[in-house]
C-alpha cells in the first residue's frame, strides 16, 4: 500500500490526479510490491529450517529422557508409546545404535535441508552431502536419511576396539579410521584419562582388581564406540 501523504504528494495544485501522477503513482506501488516479494524467498527457508532444527531438537530431548530413565536410548516407537515425546514429526526419524549405547535424529525441512543430532550433539547440525557418524553404520545412516525423504553420502561409525592387558600395560585393537585413542582407567586410586596415537599404554594401577578399563577410538570428525573391561577381583 502506498502512504497517503505519497498520494498527496502525487497530485496537481488543484489536489486532482492526472494520468502522469497515476503512471508515477503505479510505479512506486510496484517497487514496493517487488521488495517485499524479494525478501519472501530469502526468509521462507530461513524458518522452514528453524522449525526442522526445533523438531530435531525435541526428539533429542525424547532420547535423553529415555536414557535417564532406561539407562539406554530407545527407537522411534518406544519414544512416543513410553511418552518421551508426544509423537516423532513425519519429517523426523530417530534411532538407537550400539545397544542403545547412542542415537541420532535426522530431519528434513520443506526448504529441502537435512538436520542431524546424535547424542554428543548440544544442538543439530545442517547435513551437507556427506556425513561423519558417531553412531550408526554407513548403511544405517543413509536408510534413516532416506526414511525423511533424504539423501546423504555416510561414514559409518568408528567401530569399539578389543581390549586386553598385561600387568599395568593396555593394549588393544587398531580401528579403521581412528587416528587417536582415549584410554580411561578408573580404579580405587582415581580416573586417569591419556590420549594415544598408538594402539598401547602403560598406566600405573590398571592391573589392581576392579579396575575399569575404557578405550574411545576417535578421529578429527568423529567419537567412535567405546570398549571397556573390568579387571577380575
Known sequence: MIPRKAFGALANERGEFTPASIVIASMVGALFLIGAFSIVPQVVPT???R???D???AVARGQQGALSATSRYQSSADLEKYRWV???PEN???RAGQGGACF???GKSQAGNLWVMEQEDEQPREAPGQWASDCLSKLQFEDLARSVGGTVQAVGALEAPTIRTAGTKVMWSAVDRATKYELIVANEKGRE????EGTSATV?????PGSRISVVPMNGNQQGATASITIAK
Open 47 to 49: 524458518f522452514q529450517d
Open 51 to 53: 522449525a526442522t532444527f
Open 55 to 57: 523438531e530435531v531438537s
Open 86 to 88: 508426544s509423537s516423532v
Open 92 to 94: 523426523v526419524a530417530t
Open 104 to 106: 541420532t535424529v535426522i
Open 193 to 196: 584419562v591419556k590420549t594415544v
Open 204 to 208: 600405573p594401577g590398571a592391573d589392581l
